[in-house]
């Protein structure tokens, strides 16, 4: 992931395992969004990997531009999106729907306002202990733009009705903690590290989400499938 080619592509092989797994495991099309987030994740950090592999030797530099705007495009848009539809696909209460739509809506805005920027002023990541550094100073209110992404990211699952997700949610928000404190350069490669391995808790949610979702159909008559 954030440590090296083989380090990124033996996660990205471990967690698309892992996702073709859990999604098997789904029996409703509401889970299926969520269950894919660790796929979602394996092509991200494959992303990385071929950014690594374009740094470390100069006759696959052009593909370090494709893997640098295809991991970008996931960190800066694309979760912003999928984190609120993925629990938006799965809500049986009205109130909480309409804010999970809110923040999905939010999220594209915020995504397409970040990733505008990216694409405008162009990344070249660095490599600074160990980890690929991807300075986004550039976009205007990045400071304050990191706490509103971990907003958006994170509160989807907290007001979750599964305490499963409540949980999932606090530990994305602990992942964001521990990396801002230990690793505040490399924050976006170091993050999207902890984040990808905290997908394989999927696995263990949908096992406890189903029966949840199942019986709440049942009692109004919804057909999921």
């Known amino acids: 992931m954030c440590f090296s080619a083989i380090v990124s592509f033996t996660a990205a092989a471990g967690l698309s395992l892992l996702g073709i797994i859990t999604i098997r495991r789904t029996t409703s099309n509401r889970e299926v969004l969520l269950a894919s987030f660790p796929c979602l994740f394996?092509?991200?950090?494959?992303?990385?990997?071929?950014?690594w592999?374009?740094?470390?030797?100069?006759?696959?530099?052009?593909?370090?531009?494709?893997?640098?705007?295809?991991?970008?495009?996931f960190a800066t848009l694309l979760w912003l999106v999928l984190s609120p539809l993925s629990v938006?696909?799965?809500?049986?209460?009205?109130?909480?729907?309409?804010?999970?739509?809110?923040?999905?809506?939010?999220?594209?805005?915020?995504?397409?306002?970040?990733?505008?920027w990216i694409i405008y002023s162009g990344v070249e990541p660095q490599t600074f202990s160990g980890n690929l550094f991807y300075d986004l100073r550039f976009i205007p209110g990045y400071?304050?733009?990191?706490?509103?992404?971990?907003?958006?990211?994170?509160?989807?699952?907290?007001?979750?009705?599964s305490y499963s997700l409540k949980l999932f949610g606090g530990l994305i928000m602990l992942s964001f903690i521990a990396s801002q404190l230990f690793f505040?350069?490399?924050?976006?490669?170091?993050?999207?590290?902890?984040?990808?391995?905290?997908?394989?808790?999927?696995?263990?949610?949908?096992?406890?989400?189903?029966?949840?979702?199942?019986?709440?159909?049942?009692?109004?008559g919804t057909n999921l499938e």
């Not at 006759?59 to 495009?73: A, M, Q, R």
């Open 42 to 51: 394996a092509i991200q950090q494959t992303f990385e990997g071929l950014v």
């Open 53 to 73: 592999i374009g740094k470390s030797n100069s006759y696959f530099s052009g593909i370090e531009p494709i893997g640098t705007y295809g991991f970008l495009l």
């Open 88 to 116: 938006y696909a799965l809500e049986q209460d009205p109130k909480r729907s309409r804010l999970l739509l809110g923040l999905t809506f939010g999220g594209l805005l915020f995504g397409l306002y970040l990733f505008s």
């Open 143 to 161: 400071e304050v733009s990191k706490y509103l992404y971990l907003a958006i990211i994170s509160l989807p699952f907290i007001i979750a009705h």
């Open 184 to 220: 505040q350069v490399t924050l976006v490669s170091v993050w999207c590290f902890f984040a990808a391995i905290l997908s394989g808790f999927i696995y263990l949610i949908m096992k406890d989400l189903y029966p949840k979702i199942k019986l709440t159909s049942q009692s109004s």
